[in-house]
């Protein structure tokens, strides 16, 4: 445990924090999409899926818990090394130019904080209810056609997955690094990896606010 | 070719520095940038102004003394290349140049465009290097070195620690420059006794003297004027889980930090 604190105490460690915890949300999230995307089939497929993860009762309170464990550690970590950086640079270039940084790299921090944003009001949304008058509890498929008649809620939605996508893009491939898995035989295909999962996961996700904007749900 | 030139001057550590503007005649385009700043220190001598400080010393791209911020660029525009070894005919007749001191607060300036580097020496100092027997030396071919490793540590050994890593790094991060130190002897046999202690003191060391933490941006890798590859960095982390995990090494620190 004393190494763990440790290991936690070098701004290496947070990162190392960051990937283990990125793995584990990244893993929810896949699994996330799939059941989603149920809903072209049959909006009732969504219904029984969540009647399944309800019946698993308290290790669903475990996975839940698990999850937000996660999320605060990864804000943590994020927020630390945010600080640390902002202080390690008192005074800023008058002339400063990025030459290789991509777009996702340098929006990892304030895509971070959209990301948690609407995490929140998602499950505010979707999962409790309390921002979607109308809600019905169990009624997965059909709160979600409800929700996303707002055409600002759907497009909230897709720009939340864009960002999604480009954190998953920078963050995949940088958990790599973190975690020492490199070799020159695999470096190309981590970043084919991280773009792919970032298009698998984030499009699936935002094909359902979309096809609610352009009516399929009708 | 006559230049605009933007130039940090600050009389001493505690002073306030400023931008101010100077203008370049008959620059050649064959003068190296320190030479070009020469030429301006001396007609700055002659009409009795305090010349521009900077740090040079080699001159041929191989010391890691040279520095500067050119246009927001460290070592300006060029591709793996020192500032002494950047020429004017990368520029243009008219052109406005910003020159900057590198930027961090493990790095304060100490002068115009000179900072303190000395937080590299104590990274250095607290685990990168090997203890061997001093006497006479041993065959060249007693310690048998497989090509690969010997390629990928000569690639990382050419770090000349000149900052530009942090100096690019939107962090202010000093991970490539200690992954280069790791990694260089971490992949020869000389460098296993101390590997574990090696790397806990470094990045120890590193983080006390308040260099931020990687994101991995890449600025560094581009900025690199010897092309130390990012991947270094990745040694440096598994380097690190390793050690933690092994639970052997001992964190060695070296004052002075902060």
Partial sequence: ?218 | MKLNLKIWRQPGPAAAGAMQSYVANDVSEHMSFLEMLDVVNEELQTKGEEPIAFDHDCREGICGTCSLMINGTPHGPKRATTTCQLHMRSFSDGDTITIEPWRAKAFPVLRDLIVDRSPFDRIIASGGFISAPTGSAQDANAILVPKPDSDLAMDAAACIGCGACVAACPNSSAMLFTSAKVAHLGLLPQGQPERDQRVLSMVHQMDLEEFGGCTLFAECEDACPKEISVENIARLNRDLIRATVRDRGQVHVESGAG
């Fill in chain 1, 1 to 218: 445990m004393n190494r763990l604190f440790a290991l936690w105490g070098t701004t290496v460690g947070k990162k190392v924090a960051m990937a283990a915890t990125g793995i584990v949300m990244i893993l929810f999230l896949i699994s996330h999409m799939i059941s989603n995307v149920l809903i072209f089939r049959n909006p009732e497929h969504l219904d029984s899926y969540a009647a399944l993860l309800r019946s698993l009762g308290p290790a669903l309170w475990v996975a839940r818990a698990g999850l937000l464990a996660c999320v605060l550690i990864h804000i943590a970590a994020a927020w630390q090394l945010t600080m640390l950086a902002r202080r390690a640079r008192p005074i800023t270039y008058a002339h400063h130019e990025y030459r290789v940084a991509t777009y996702a790299s340098r929006t990892m921090r304030w895509g971070g904080v959209l990301l948690f944003v609407f995490i929140v009001f998602h499950i505010l949304h979707f999962t409790t209810g309390t921002l979607l008058p109308g809600w019905q509890d169990g009624r997965v498929g059909d709160n979600v056609k409800l929700g996303f008649q707002s055409v600002p809620v759907a497009i909230f939605y897709l720009v939340a997955m864009l960002f999604l996508g480009l954190h998953f893009s920078h963050g995949i491939w940088s958990a790599f690094q973190t975690l020492g898995l490199n070799h020159p035989s695999y470096n190309r295909s981590r970043r084919l990896l991280a773009w792919g999962l970032a298009l698998a996961v984030a499009g699936g996700l935002a094909t359902i606010p979309a096809a609610a904007l352009l009516g399929y749900f009708k």
